[in-house]
């Protein structure tokens, strides 16, 4: 089933990417890909870091995007930590690379935001993509749902989580000002989840997942 499904996405994948979506306005998107750098983020049991996963689906996405008129900005297009010099312990750096994450996006205070995640638990049972909404801008629910709706629509149909809002212990998502989701993609933690996650059609598949849930977004919100 996963493999017929990711047939099916690969090919729409390539008609999507050659496909431009002209509007009266130019759309602007910021992306955030998780970690980065000193932080792996989550690790799978086979040592799959959670950062290089979400780089490579915020990558794809900012391609698709863009070919559909969007104006995409990145936190991060590398293997990098965004921290200052200056900055000593590990601690530190983590610290200053968040408020860094947070004030490039509230450099485009007319962009929605999605921020990239893989989710990790004690107990390997859990799966599924889950979005999380920033508190402070009533759209980000409404872009969470449309996320969540694409990820049950497209490649998890029988993915029941529903969307939550944001706590203070996510610092940028629960911070910012613009519509902002935390997309956690999948569990690194579930030994499938983790195996699907390695392939990079699948990553592929997650990307223009989280194309559809946007552009659903835009169609039908604003």
């Known amino acids: 089933m996963i493999c017929a499904g990711l047939i099916a996405v690969s090919a729409l994948f390539h008609v999507v990417a050659q496909t431009t979506l002209y509007t009266s306005e130019q759309r602007e998107i910021v992306l955030d890909a998780g970690h980065g750098g000193l932080d792996p983020g989550a690790v799978s049991a086979d040592g799959i870091s959670e950062k290089d996963i979400n780089l490579d689906i915020v990558l794809i996405l900012r391609d698709l995007l863009t070919a559909s008129g969007f104006s995409v900005t990145l936190t991060r297009e590398t293997d990098c930590s965004l921290h200052e010099e200056g900055c000593r312990t590990v601690a530190e750096k983590k610290t200053s690379d968040l408020k860094k994450r947070l004030s490039i996006i509230k450099e485009h205070p007319q962009a929605v935001v999605v921020s990239v995640h893989q989710n ?23 872009l969470a749902e449309y996320l969540q709706a694409s990820f049950r629509q497209t490649l998890q149909p029988e993915n029941t989580r529903e969307v939550k809002t944001a706590t203070s ?10 519509p902002i989701v935390l997309a956690e993609c999948g569990f690194l933690s579930n030994p499938q989840e983790s195996q699907q996650l390695a392939d990079p059609d699948y990553r592929k598949a997650v990307a223009l997942t989280l194309y559809q849930g946007i552009l659903a977004y835009y169609a039908n919100e604003t």
């Open 169 to 178: 212990s996510v610092y940028i998502i629960h911070e910012a000002p613009n």
């Open 120 to 142: 990790h638990f004690g107990e390997s049972k859990y799966h599924g993509a889950q979005m999380f909404a920033g508190p402070k801008n009533e759209q980000s629910r409404v």
